[in-house]
């Protein structure tokens, strides 16, 4: 059997990888934590591949659905594995392109099924608790609402939050201009609550803040980071006795608000900033089990049987 310590000594070996990852960066403009996304699950799969003794250009189809099976027994969620597939799909698609391999071995090669679970969202009334935690009679009270009020207010992912500069929000149109996935820029409303406390805050950002940052929220005049935005959601959710949250769920509270409230899924789809309309359709299914909830607990015919029924049943 080669391993490939054994190939590396009678061929240099390029790193394909980190080619494809350059490639993409120049090519699509992806966003950082989407890049890093990809070297993480390519990694793996290389990891895997030097298991197998095999480099990672010559995996077969049939390789390719042992990593699955293997990725599925470590106890990746669905949604990680379909994401890790569709890195390693992109990869071969490189490699074919660039002569590498003749054969595309990721082509019809079946994945689990990438929405196996719905995602988690709060009740409005749950929203109410949470924006209600923070203590508005301090400056960093009122920071922290406005923040709250905006990430929900306009759906936004905590990196597209936390990159918010002022000069994206005009408050007298309600609008704000959010940096998305991929450098993609989209115009998203906010509505009046969400305005009313970015004036409160940016009047007290003002006073406190002495900075000159261009980011819209700002923490001893630095930019707020990720972890930042991740830990103070938490510590509210926990002071309002809401479940366990992430700043994700905001997002997915926004969408499925949006969708039980008559709002058409391709209007959710541009302002979630969503490429593909069956990302956004996951929160139909919400939507259906809501509907479904509604119905039976209200409907004065959703839990009697039929005359017919009743005496089918004698």
Known sequence: MIHRNDLKK????????????????????????????????????????TSSAKPVHELTRQDLRHWIAQLSREGLAPSSVARAVSAARGFFRFLMLDGHITRHPTEDLDTPQRFAYLPQFLTEDEIDRLFAAPDTSTEEGIRDRALLE????????VTELVSLKQADVDIHSGLLVCHGKGSKQRRVPIGRSAIRWLQQYL??????????????FVSRGKPLRRQFAWSMIRRYAAKSGVKDISPHTLRHSFATHLLQNGADSRSVQALLGHSDISTTQIYTHITDRHLRSSYDKHH???????????????
């Open 10 to 49: 009678t061929t240099p070996q390029r790193d394909l990888i980190k080619e494809f990852i350059a490639y993409i960066q120049v090519e699509r403009g992806l966003a950082r934590n989407t890049l890093e996304s990809y070297a993480r699950d390519l990694a793996r799969l290389d990891r895997w591949a």
């Open 150 to 157: 905006v990430m929900y207010g306009a759906g936004l992912r």
């Open 203 to 216: 009047t007290v950002k003002a006073a406190y803040g002495k900075t000159t940052s261009p980011y819209l």
């Open 300 to 314: 004065p015919r959703a839990r009697v049987a039929s005359a017919g029924d009743k005496e089918t049943k004698k």
